[in-house]
């Protein structure tokens, strides 16, 4: 009940840096049409799936 596997490792790291939010300048760049990120989520409110 402890070590990560390899594969897990990595999809958490990928979700670690999907959990940021867009940098401003994108925002400006598309006059605001892209306001915010779809992915963010809070750690305590929506869980991740991750099997194995």
Known sequence: MGKKS???KRRLGK???R???IPALAMIR???RVQY???QRNWRR????IEG
């Open 37 to 39: 990120n779809k992915h």
């Open 46 to 49: 929506r869980k991740l799936r």
């Open 6 to 8: 390899a594969n897990k």
């Open 15 to 17: 979700m670690l840096k």
């Open 19 to 21: 959990n940021r939010r």
């Open 30 to 32: 598309t006059h605001r």
